[in-house]
């Protein structure tokens, strides 16, 4: 067994430059900390607002306001957990903690979505007065505050699942402040009060959409699925065609660790005289280049051809993937991603 290892165990960091860890999760923890302290604490002003003045809109507004602070404190955590190093019992760290954030952030939309919308037919059904001022100056308010928010976001990471969660749980916010000035709008000059309902469940179809989208990102992370960028059978043809000596490629298993950390594991089998290390060293650059993944662990298959993957739901797993270690080579990659 040969493992391309260069580890500096002390600092947990490969060849000096990459870390599990995402680069960026310090500065996510601080703006998504400072968001939820702005978020939390205009919220109970909005709820106040909103019973006051009689308008759905405002208290569907602080609801939501409250579930995205829970969300911002769940992504805090996330990010918080997750820049823990690795142990003999996690051996990934916690970094997949953050998708578990991601995940009832977006559950957490949908059953406020739910909510929102059995109120407003409530309303519809026996509509209730609306003080229109109150209303406005809240709602004006509250506009300014998630805008604040929503652009310290945008200074994290926003290719990351939980800051696009926190985002999505912010602009839901925003778009709601949005609705109830324009239904404070309306009702001050015509009265029409089914505005405030109608406008809320517009608000949270939009909302609905978003956290549909957030949450087969983060159940896809959590299954194992592949990254959005990688087609298995079009990886293994890549391969096979750019990597000299390189015959076949099998077992192969791609997922993520976290948002923007795929790992993979493979066999490959090698023709007569190619040298494995060239081989290996070509599959592992060119998987980082095309594909993002930077930690990969290949076993070459030394004419082991009947060998089947104990991963295979066909495979009893007493008759796993038998890795006879005489007649396989592994090599472990821990390269930093490409820029």
Not at 101 to 130: D, H, K
Not at 169 to 197: C, E, K, N, Q, R
Request: contains cysteine; glycine residues 8%.
């Amino acid at each position: 067994m040969s493992h391309d290892h260069d580890h500096d165990h002390a600092g947990h960091d490969h060849d000096g430059v990459h870390s599990h860890a995402p680069d960026v999760s310090a500065s996510n923890e601080k703006v998504v900390l400072v968001g939820f302290l702005l978020t939390f604490g205009f919220m109970f002003a909005e709820l106040i607002g909103g019973l006051l003045s009689g308008s759905l809109a405002l208290i569907a507004d602080a609801g939501h306001m409250f579930t995205d602070s829970a969300a911002l404190a769940l992504s805090w955590a996330g990010f918080r957990f997750g820049r823990r190093k690795r142990d003999d019992k996690r051996t990934f760290g916690y970094m997949r903690f953050e998708i578990l954030a991601g995940f009832i952030n977006a559950i957490s939309l949908i059953l406020l979505v739910l909510w929102i919308a059995y109120e407003a037919v409530q309303r519809l059904l026996e509509p209730a007065p609306v003080l229109a001022g109150p209303m406005m100056v809240i709602a004006v308010l509250g506009l300014v505050v998630n805008c604040g928010v929503f652009w310290m976001l945008t200074k994290g990471d926003t290719a990351h699942v939980n800051i696009r969660g926190a985002m999505v749980h912010v602009m839901g916010d925003l778009l709601g402040s949005v609705a109830a000035i324009i239904a404070a709008v309306a009702i001050y000059f015509t009265g029409w009060t089914p505005i405030d309902p109608i406008l809320s469940v517009l608000l949270s179809a939009i909302v609905l959409r978003s956290a549909w989208a957030l949450l087969k990102a983060s159940l896809n992370v959590l299954m194992e699925g592949t990254p959005g960028n990688v087609v298995v059978s079009d990886l293994k043809e890549t391969l096979v065609a750019r990597v000299p000596g390189l015959v076949n490629v099998d077992h192969v298993h791609v997922w993520s660790i976290t948002s923007g950390q795929p790992v993979a594991t493979m066999d490959v089998q090698l023709a007569e005289g190619t040298d494995p290390a060239r081989a290996l060293s070509e599959v592992k650059s060119l998987l980082a280049r095309e594909y993002g993944i930077s930690h990969s662990t290949i076993e070459v298959d030394f004419g082991q051809s009947d060998a089947v993957c104990a991963l295979d739901p066909d495979v009893d797993g007493a008759g796993g993937h038998d890795h006879d270690h005489d007649n396989h080579a592994h090599a472990h990659d821990h390269s930093p991603k490409p820029a």
